[in-house]
C-alpha cells in the first residue's frame, strides 16, 4: 500500500495533467477530481496486491518503482503514451540514441524516485507469513478496497460513466497500470510463434512497359521526424528551404499524412501494399514490399542507413550502414546524412545498362536533440534549445533548434538534386523525399512522436513529400502539380514507385491512368 501511495504521488503528474485537461479545477469538479485520485490509487493498490506474493512481493514492488519512475520520466517530460508501439520503439533504439535521451534529470529522477525506494523495498518488506494467514488478510484488505472503491464511485455514477466512454485516453496514462498491461501485450506478441519463412509475392503480373534503352535512376529520401507545417515550400514564415525554393522541377506536396507515428510502423508500411489501415508488422515483414518487387523485375537497390535501420524493408536486399565513420566520411559530433551520397558514382558506374534505385535513411529531426542534427554552419535560426531536456527550453528555442534541422535537410537534398544532374543527360532521373512521421514541439503538452495514431496530434502525422524530376524523366513535373494539394498518404508510396519505374500491374492500375491523363501536357512540354 506504501508502494501503490508512493506511485501515485510521484508518477502520475501526467495523469493528473490530463484529468485536470478533462475536468479544471473548480469548485464544481473538485469533489469528482478527488474521488478520481481515490479511485486510481485503490487500483493500483489492488494491482499490486494481486501479483505480489511471498518472498517476490519485495523485487515485483522494487521492480514497478524503478519502472513507474522511468515511465513517469517520459510521460511528464514529453507527454508520451507507454504502449506496445512505443515499447516496440524502446526495444529498437540503439546506443546512440538512447544516450541522447539519458540527461542528468533522468538520471536524478530515476535514482530518487526510482532506486532508492526500490531498495528500501528490497530491505524492509516485511516476510511473508504462513500461507493460509496471509490469504486472509490480503482476501480482507482487497475486500475492504473494493469496498471503498464503490464508495468512493457511487456518488459520481454519471461522471464515471462519461470519463471512462469519453476520455479513454487519459486512463493510457495510469502509472503504473497501463505500462504493465502494455508490457504484457507485447511480451505476448514477441512470444507467437514464428511466421512461416515464405514470403507473400504481391503484384506478381508486374511487368516492365518501357522497352527503350533509357535507364532510371531515381533517389528516394526517406525523412525521420520532420513536420510539413516546417517546410517554407508548404508556407512556413521561416525561410527553411532556400535552396530547394530555387528549383524548377520540384513540387512539394503539402497534404500528405503518414501511416504510423514512429518508424518502426511509418517506414516498413510505406513500402508494402497493406496500407495504413490493414497493417501488420509481422504479415508486412512476410509480404514482397515495393523494393523488392523493384529486384525482381531488375532493377538494382541500395539502402543506405543514417537512422536505426530498414525496419525489415531491406532486410533481403544491398544494406549499408552509414551511421558510423566506417562508411561515413562525414562525422563531427555525429555522422551526417550528407556522408551517404559517398561513393554513389562508383555505384552507378558498376551498374551502366540497369535501373537503379538508391534509398537514402536520413537521421533527419530526430529529437529531442535537435540541436546534434545539424552543423555549426546550419545554426540560423538563434537562440536555440541546447538540450534533451525539452521543457527546460523556451518555445522558440525549440522551434529554432528544429527548423535548423529542416535547414540542414534542405542543403542535403539539394545536395541530392545536384547529384543527379550530373546524370540528367545519360539517365532517367528523380528523387523523391517522404518524411516517416512528423514531431509534436510542445503544442498541447505533447513532446516527441509515436503516440497512438488515434489519438496523434496532427504534428505527428502530417508529413512532408517533395518530388524532384530530371528534364529526361519518363513523366514530366506538370503532370505531378496538379495533386500538390490533393490528400495523399504513405499508402500512395507502393504504387508510386512502380509506376516511376514503368511497372505496369493491375495493384496499380489506378495510379498509372492517373499520371497519364495529363499526357497531352507531357507532350506539350516536350
Not at 125 to 143: D, F, H, I, W
Not at 193 to 203: E, F, L, M, R, Y
Not at 236 to 247: I, Q
Request: proline share 4%.
Amino acid at each position: 500500500m506504501l508502494a501503490a501511495l508512493f506511485m501515485m504521488l510521484t508518477g502520475n503528474r501526467a495523469l493528473l495533467g490530463r484529468v485536470l485537461e478533462v475536468y479544471p479545477a473548480t469548485a464544481h469538479n473538485l469533489p469528482f477530481l478527488i474521488s478520481l485520485v481515490i479511485f486510481f490509487s485503490i487500483l493500483t493498490t489492488l494491482f499490486l496486491l494481486a501479483i505480489s506474493h511471498g518472498r517476490f512481493t519485495r523485487w515485483l514492488l522494487a521492480f514497478f518503482l524503478v519502472s513507474s519512475a522511468l515511465a513517469a520520466y517520459y510521460m511528464d517530460q514529453f507527454g508520451v503514451i507507454i504502449d506496445v508501439v512505443m515499447l516496440d520503439n524502446i526495444a529498437q533504439t540503439n546506443p546512440q540514441e538512447f544516450a541522447g535521451l539519458v540527461t542528468p534529470m533522468f538520471v536524478l529522477r530515476a535514482i530518487v524516485f526510482g532506486v532508492i525506494p526500490a531498495w528500501l523495498a528490497i530491505k524492509y518488506t516485511p516476510k511473508a507469513r504462513a500461507v493460509s494467514a496471509e490469504l486472509k488478510s490480503r482476501v480482507t484488505v482487497m475486500g475492504i478496497l473494493l469496498l471503498l472503491l464503490m464508495m468512493v464511485v457511487a456518488p459520481f455514477t454519471a461522471g464515471y460513466t462519461s470519463f471512462i466512454r469519453e476520455h479513454r485516453v487519459t486512463r493510457f496514462y495510469a502509472n503504473p497500470t497501463y505500462f504493465t498491461y502494455s508490457i504484457l501485450k507485447y511480451v505476448q506478441e514477441q512470444l507467437k510463434p514464428a511466421p512461416s519463412a515464405i514470403v507473400t509475392q504481391t503484384a506478381a503480373d508486374a511487368v516492365i512497359i518501357d522497352t527503350s534503352k533509357h535507364y532510371e535512376l531515381i533517389i528516394m529520401v526517406v525523412g525521420e521526424t520532420a513536420r510539413a507545417d516546417r517546410f517554407s515550400l508548404n508556407g512556413y514564415h521561416k525561410d527553411t528551404n532556400p535552396l530547394l525554393a530555387k528549383e524548377n522541377s520540384l513540387v512539394s506536396f503539402s497534404n500528405v499524412s503518414s501511416c504510423g507515428t514512429s518508424t518502426g510502423v511509418s517506414v516498413p508500411c510505406m513500402f508494402s501494399v497493406l496500407g495504413r489501415e490493414n497493417y501488420d508488422k509481422e504479415k508486412a515483414l512476410h509480404t514482397e514490399n515495393a523494393l523488392e518487387i523493384l529486384f525482381e523485375n531488375h532493377v538494382q537497390i541500395l539502402w543506405r542507413d543514417n537512422n536505426s535501420d530498414s525496419k525489415g524493408v531491406a532486410t533481403r536486399l544491398k544494406y549499408e550502414n552509414f551511421k558510423t565513420p566506417t562508411l561515413n566520411p562525414v562525422c563531427d559530433k555525429e555522422c551526417r546524412d550528407i556522408g551517404m551520397l559517398s561513393g554513389l558514382d562508383k555505384y552507378i558506374a558498376a551498374r551502366k545498362n540497369q535501373d537503379i534505385l538508391i534509398v537514402l535513411h536520413q537521421m533527419g529531426n530526430h529529437g529531442p536533440e535537435y540541436y546534434r542534427r545539424y552543423p555549426e554552419a546550419f545554426e540560423k535560426f538563434k537562440p536555440m534549445c541546447m538540450t534533451g531536456e525539452l521543457r527546460d527550453c523556451s518555445q522558440t528555442e525549440i522551434d529554432n533548434s528544429y527548423d535548423n534541422a529542416i535547414l540542414y535537410t534542405d542543403y542535403f537534398l539539394s545536395e541530392v538534386i545536384n547529384f543527379l544532374k550530373k546524370y540528367d543527360g545519360e539517365r532517367e532521373t528523380a528523387m523523391l523525399y517522404v518524411a516517416d512521421h512528423g514531431e509534436s514541439l510542445g503544442e498541447n503538452g505533447w513532446y516527441l512522436h509515436a503516440a497512438p495514431y488515434v489519438i496523434a496530434p496532427k504534428e505527428q502525422t502530417h508529413v512532408p513529400a517533395i518530388l524532384w524530376m530530371g528534364e529526361h524523366f519518363d513523366f514530366s513535373i506538370d503532370q505531378a502539380k496538379p495533386f500538390k494539394d490533393s490528400p495523399l498518404s504513405h499508402d500512395d508510396v507502393f504504387c508510386t514507385l512502380l509506376v516511376a519505374f514503368e511497372l505496369q500491374s493491375k495493384t496499380c492500375e489506378s495510379k498509372h491512368e492517373m499520371l497519364m491523363q495529363n499526357n497531352d501536357i507531357r507532350a506539350a512540354n516536350k
